[in-house]
């Protein structure tokens, strides 16, 4: 079972395509992690962050927000690595989907607030999750090895 496991984590599709996905996907979600967490990019860091997603219903604040940041820093980091790929893009998917709900009574656009771009990164993060890494990645590099 456990080797099954194992396995199943790191078998992949094997092309060039989820590399394109994977390191801009990861560019982005790490940039948006890093403004929660660090207060970098502009961003509000984990105090301003914690009180805005209080404001909009998710309590506690700061621990959301310490869970939110994490999943786009650590979760982006290891999509550019393509480093445990699929349970990295499964905790991203579920970030970005929790995203949606806070932008959804806005509409699609992202120019009224709305969810369009929260949904194109569900989309990419569920992508990499069916398909694994794909070529140039940690992933396939332990796979080799196993």
Avoid at 54 to 61: C, D, K, Q
Avoid at 89 to 95: L, Q, R
């Amino acid at each position: 079972m456990k080797n099954t496991l194992f396995k199943h984590f790191f078998v992949q599709n094997q092309s060039w395509a989820p590399l394109v996905i994977r390191v801009p996907l990861g560019i982005i979600l790490m940039a948006h992690g890093a403004q929660k967490l660090f207060g970098w990019f502009g961003g509000y860091g984990l105090e301003g962050t914690g009180q805005w997603l209080a404001s909009v219903g998710f309590e506690p604040g700061y621990l959301m927000a310490v869970l939110a940041g994490s999943a786009e820093f650590f979760g982006g980091l290891a999509l550019i690595l393509g480093l445990l790929t699929r349970p990295a893009a499964i905790v991203t998917a579920f970030t970005m989907l929790m995203a949606m709900t806070v932008h959804i009574g806005n509409g699609l656009f992202v120019s009224n607030n709305g969810y369009e771009f929260a949904l194109m990164l569900l989309a990419a993060s569920v992508s990499l999750a069916i398909s694994g890494a794909g070529k140039l990645s940690v992933d396939s590099i332990v796979k080799a090895k196993a």
